[in-house]
């Protein structure tokens, strides 16, 4: 994880000295979802997440993201901390399809996941209209304590605001 974080910032850091031109810009976003559980340990949940970090020329932006994942089977909250990495392909001005990779840990809120916690994992494809987003992906979180842990998998679906 400490690896990846650090590459993650050499090439940011790259990006920055090989073109002093490229335009950068704050770039916030929130998205509500829910995501359909799928696997052995399959749970629906509802989300709402926000990103907060930069938007590096048309082409790249990352951020540091949180969100709180309600698992309403189970009635149980599980809150993400992850590293966004995002890349756009814009159309026109108006709409711009994006790849998008979540990396992170999350930590159990609730009194029964008090103290698990694990890797937090989100794929996902989308498209971006004006200031308004629409993702589809895959989520993985893993809850696991001294060793044994379970996975929790579900296909993604948000709608977001870009600000």
């Known amino acids: 994880m400490k690896k990846l974080i650090f590459s993650t910032l050499l090439a ?9 031109q490229t335009n950068i810009k704050y770039n916030g976003e929130i998205n509500l ?13 509802v989300n709402l997440h926000t990103i907060q970090g930069v938007k ?12 709180f994942d309600y698992y309403h089977e189970g009635d149980e909250l ?4 992850y590293l966004n990495l995002k890349g756009y392909y814009p159309i026109n001005e108006k ?8 990396l992170g840990y999350g930590i159990g809120a609730t009194d029964d996941l008090s103290g698990l ?3 937090y994992i989100s794929p996902t494809v989308g498209i971006k209209y004006r200031h308004i987003s629409f993702q589809l992906g895959y989520t993985c979180q893993r809850l696991q304590e001294e060793g044994v842990g379970i996975d929790f998998g579900a296909v993604q679906f948000k ?5």
């Open 95 to 102: 709409v711009s399809p994006f790849v998008s990779l979540d």
């Open 56 to 67: 590096i020329g048309d082409y790249f932006s990352t951020g540091v993201g949180v969100g």
């Open 159 to 163: 709608v977001g605001y870009v600000f």
């Open 78 to 81: 599980i809150v993400p901390i």
């Open 117 to 119: 916690g694990g890797l």
């Open 33 to 45: 979802g829910y995501g359909i559980g799928v696997g052995d340990f399959s749970a629906g949940r």
């Open 12 to 20: 940011i850091m790259a990006i920055f000295s090989s073109n002093a």
